[in-house]
């Protein structure tokens, strides 16, 4: 047998096993989401009709399929609660992404600049908070900016306030914790770009006779659009159906689609408008996937 045959048999099963893996534990829930999203719902267990019954014999099943509508989505955008709630959340995210990426760029490319042996020091402190849970990190935030937290009492103490300021449950505190929890997923993928990036380049810029402005944002920012891209990316989508943070230190004036989503579910028992919501809420995440697949492409064909 051939090293060839020997060889080839292995490569091609790994790489099926991605697709399999996609098949399975994306396609599949989907088709049950998108399914109870075309039901309506129903005072019974599960609360949505109609349940496809392979027992009851094909008549059943096509009854089933006849009776779904597209009622759900239309009710979404009918109905200001879910517009301005996908809305809320697209400028949240696009607000707190911006955020993120003035301040993680300056720290990934200082962190690049580092001596290669203080290189893992920075990389471990912005790892750490990592290591502590989610939760317990965001109910530290509230500890902080109650009314009677530790934010006041540093404040009143240093006689900059004269009575505690209202932080928590506004979009201040939520800002806050979304970009102190995301902030690392900026730093990261900015940081493996940065350091991978040539030196001499930036040299060869400032003989030519660059100001350093100049070779910033004519060489290295250009270069680093990948990293920025990633960074983005890591950040906007899981904002966009955040919960936790909004549902914490945000106020309940206005919501964000991962808490209406969940209101939705819970609350309220309506399978199909959440199941709806949730559709919806992934094709407004492929759109900038697909921008980055696009963008990715372009660069791999413009290579030599």
Known sequence: MSARHIFTAPARWASIAPYVWMVLFLLVPFGFVLKISLSHTAIAQPPYTPVFDVAAGWGAIEDAFAAL??????????????VLSYLRSLLVAAVSTSILLVIGYPIAYGMAR?????????????????????????YAWINILQHDGLLNQILLTLHVVSEPVAWLSTDSAMYLGIVYSYLPFMILPLYATLAKMEPALEEAAADLGAAPREVFWLVTF?????GVAAGVLLCFIPIVGEFVIPD?????????????LWLEFFTNKDWPVASATAIV??????????????????QLEARP
């Open 222 to 226: 250009p270069l680093s659009l990948p």
């Open 248 to 260: 914490l230190l945000a106020g309940s004036n206005a919501l964000m689609i991962g808490q209406t």
């Open 114 to 138: 580092l001596p290669k042996r203080w290189q893992g020091v920075a990389m471990m402190l912005v790892i750490v908070p990592f290591w502590t849970s989610f939760l317990i990190r965001i």
């Open 69 to 82: 509508s597209w009622d759900n989505f239309r009710l979404l955008f009918s109905d200001d609660l879910y």
């Open 281 to 298: 809420l992934l094709v407004l995440l492929l759109a900038p996937l697909l921008l980055y697949e696009r963008m990715q492409r372009r």
